[in-house]
């Protein structure tokens, strides 16, 4: 029974997003290969400025920036999904990239507090990403693509975007539900485990009782450290605790199997023998008490 300390690792989220900021270094340079060879001027000229920015975006993840990093990928993203709508059509399918940017704001507002930094108000991000999604591809819609590429090209453009946005949203829902995992075993074992002695805590104790089959046999039994008060009083609390650390890995060792020990309160444990009878579990009581 040991207590998962795993907390928010902010060196964790910066190698992430390094890794993240590679892929889309390299998405955008591939793009630009693509741009240069049907001369599409302003996808570019805005490629370049993108690639300039995730090269200096790594000086933002080695100061630990993450906050700041993720709104300029966000605005590197969002300005890159319009003009490509714009210029290429919304065929191409760069429009689906606001799918992939909305979950990932409201991520932000979870590192904003572990940060400590401003809240991103993901919600107003949210819809302003959708606003220009749509504005953009209404303009593609109305007037049709600046620039005219043949459908197999489309074709490729399309099928680029949609396993990159599909990709990074199982991705995505992957870490979401593996973090919510994390936490509820987290709080679990700090609503179950006693943090001082790594027993069982009395929530735990009261639960499994109330769950237990009446009609089954089972014995409890109650103990506690005599003079406990005179080792804080004489020795200090640091020595009292330390007591109780080694007597909780006494009982843990002795009812290993055998039965179920938590910390009631203070100096007091209570023990479980679901499955036992009276004179198996009194003579494991005494086995604990003379040892």
Same mark, same amino acid.
Request: charged share 15%.
């Given at each position: 029974?040991?207590?998962?300390?795993?907390?928010?690792?902010?060196?964790?989220?910066?190698?992430?997003?390094?890794?993240? !900021?590679?892929?889309?270094?390299?998405?955008?340079?591939?793009?630009?290969?693509?741009?240069?060879?049907?001369?599409?001027?302003?996808?570019?000229?805005?490629?370049?400025?993108?690639?300039?920015?995730?090269?200096?975006?790594?000086?933002?993840?080695?100061?630990?920036?993450?906050?700041?990093?993720?709104? %300029?990928?966000?605005?590197?993203?969002?300005? #890159?999904?319009?003009?490509?709508?714009? %210029?290429?059509?919304?065929?191409?399918?760069?429009?689906?990239?606001?799918?992939?940017?909305?979950?990932?704001?409201?991520?932000?507002? #979870?590192?904003?507090? /572990?940060?400590?930094?401003?809240?991103?108000?993901?919600?107003?991000?949210?819809?302003?990403?959708?606003?220009?999604?749509?504005?953009?591809?209404?303009?593609?819609?109305?007037?049709?693509?600046?620039?005219?590429? !043949?459908?197999?090209?489309?074709?490729?453009?399309?099928? %680029?975007?949609?396993?990159?946005?599909?990709?990074?949203?199982?991705?995505?829902? /992957?870490?979401?539900?593996?973090?919510?995992?994390?936490?509820?075993?987290?709080?679990?074992?700090?609503?179950?485990?006693?943090?001082?002695?790594?027993? #069982?805590?009395?929530?735990?104790?009261?639960?499994?009782?109330?769950?237990?089959?009446?009609?089954?046999?089972?014995?409890?039994?109650?103990?506690?450290?005599?003079?406990?008060?005179?080792?804080?009083?004489?020795?200090?609390?640091?020595?009292?605790?330390?007591?109780?650390?080694?007597?909780?890995?006494?009982?843990?060792?002795?009812?290993?199997?055998?039965?179920?020990? %938590?910390?009631?309160?203070?100096?007091?444990?209570?023990?479980?023998?679901?499955?036992?009878?009276?004179?198996?579990?009194?003579?494991?009581?005494?086995?604990?008490?003379?040892?």
């Amino acid at each position: 029974m040991s207590i998962n300390k795993k907390e928010f690792n902010l060196e964790q989220v910066v190698k992430l997003c390094v890794v993240v !900021n590679i892929l889309l270094f390299l998405f955008v340079a591939f793009m630009l290969t693509l741009f240069v060879y049907f001369n599409i001027t302003p996808m570019i000229y805005y490629s370049v400025i993108a690639l300039i920015g995730y090269v200096l975006y790594f000086m933002l993840l080695k100061m630990q920036k993450v906050c700041a990093y993720m709104w %300029c990928v966000y605005a590197t993203i969002i300005i #890159y999904m319009a003009i490509a709508t714009i %210029c290429l059509g919304y065929k191409c399918g760069f429009h689906l990239y606001s799918m992939s940017l909305i979950p990932i704001i409201f991520y932000s507002q #979870y590192i904003s507090t /572990k940060t400590d930094t401003k809240d991103p108000n993901p919600l107003a991000v949210s819809i302003a990403i959708v606003a220009v999604s749509i504005i953009s591809s209404a303009i593609a819609i109305i007037n049709g693509p600046l620039y005219e590429i !043949n459908k197999t090209i489309i074709s490729v453009m399309l099928a %680029c975007n949609a396993i990159s946005v599909s990709a990074f949203l199982i991705y995505y829902t /992957k870490v979401i539900v593996d973090l919510v995992i994390e936490s509820e075993k987290k709080l679990n074992s700090i609503a179950n485990i006693d943090l001082l002695t790594d027993l #069982y805590s009395r929530r735990y104790m009261i639960n499994y009782l109330e769950e237990y089959d009446a009609d089954d046999e089972g014995w409890l039994a109650m103990a506690d450290v005599d003079d406990f008060k005179k080792i804080n009083d004489t020795y200090g609390h640091n020595c009292g605790d330390q007591v109780l650390k080694s007597l909780s890995d006494l009982f843990r060792e002795k009812t290993l199997g055998a039965g179920h020990v %938590c910390r009631w309160g203070g100096e007091e444990f209570l023990f479980f023998f679901p499955e036992m009878n009276l004179d198996n579990a009194a003579a494991l009581m005494n086995e604990i008490n003379i040892a």
